[in-house]
């Protein structure tokens, strides 16, 4: 039997949604300068990249940036689409419509 994620380690798969995190750390950050200097709504929502850990992945989720900083307010915590969860790294800990939020299992 092959191996259970393909050519990618479980520690590559999560680093993919490290770099996800971060580049929509990014995204958060200028969107609210535009915001702010044309004087938009700053807590409108945002089309977010899915953090899953699928490395070709770029599809998006809206979210509102409040409730995207509520839920990365802990570290091992990504958003992710509906349907895009690998239990053998993480574990499912929010359900909603448009997104799930993941936990990072502990990788060696």
């Known amino acids: 039997m092959g ?10 798969l999560v680093e993919n949604e490290l770099i996800m995190e971060s580049l929509n750390r990014r995204l958060e950050e200028r969107v609210e300068e535009v915001r702010a ?9 945002i ?18 940036p409040d409730r995207y900083d509520a839920i990365h307010r802990e570290a091992d ?9 690998v239990a053998a790294v993480e574990t499912t ?12 299992n502990a990788i060696p």
Do not use: N, Q, W
């Not at 191996?3 to 590559?12: M, V």
């Not at 929010?94 to 993941?102: G, L, Q, R, S």
């Open 47 to 64: 089309a977010f990249f899915c953090e899953c850990s699928d490395l070709g992945c770029r599809e998006r989720l809206s979210m509102r």
């Open 77 to 85: 915590l990504f958003i992710v689409l509906p349907g895009h969860e």
């Open 93 to 104: 800990v929010e359900t909603h419509p448009d997104y799930a939020v993941v936990s990072k």
């Open 3 to 12: 191996e259970p994620f393909g050519p990618h380690s479980a520690r590559r």
């Open 37 to 45: 200097e044309d004087d938009e709504d700053l807590e409108a929502p």
